[in-house]
């Protein structure tokens, strides 16, 4: 279903600006990336300078779960930044802008605001 005519739609112009929004999104996800690393290095580096139990001291709880949340929200913007890798290779493929489920295209307007979607907005639905 990747042939050059079902795709013809991102081929020229628009190709090229969902390209740059694919991009953009990815500096921007690499800049917090960035950020959320040096965040969670100076939570561990001020823990490992005062002992600390989780169990007694009242201040341990609150630590662990702000250590736990940036943990997470560093995990959640790696896994975006390889969804925007995976678009950038569907892109340069010619099956970008395609339903991985059901072949059918993806509306313009889902792209714009999740340039790495890979489903429809029916089959997305469908797989919560």
Do not use: W
């Not at 339903?99 to 509306?107: K, L, Q, S």
């Amino acid at each position: 279903m990747s042939d050059q005519s079902t795709n013809a739609a991102f081929a020229a112009p628009q190709g090229e600006s969902m390209r740059a929004l694919l991009a953009a999104d990815r500096v921007g996800t690499l800049e917090q990336i960035s950020a959320l690393s040096r965040e969670f290095e100076g939570i561990v580096e001020a823990n490992a300078l005062v002992a600390i139990d989780d169990e007694h001291d009242p201040e341990g709880a609150s630590t662990a779960f702000e250590r736990a949340h940036v943990a997470a929200l560093l995990s959640q913007a790696r896994e975006h930044l390889d969804d925007l890798d995976r678009a950038l290779e569907r892109l340069e493929r010619g099956d970008y802008g395609r339903c991985e489920r059901c072949g059918e295209p993806i509306p313009a307007e889902r792209l714009e605001v999740r340039p790495a979607a890979k489903t429809c907005v029916r089959c997305a639905s469908v797989a919560r």
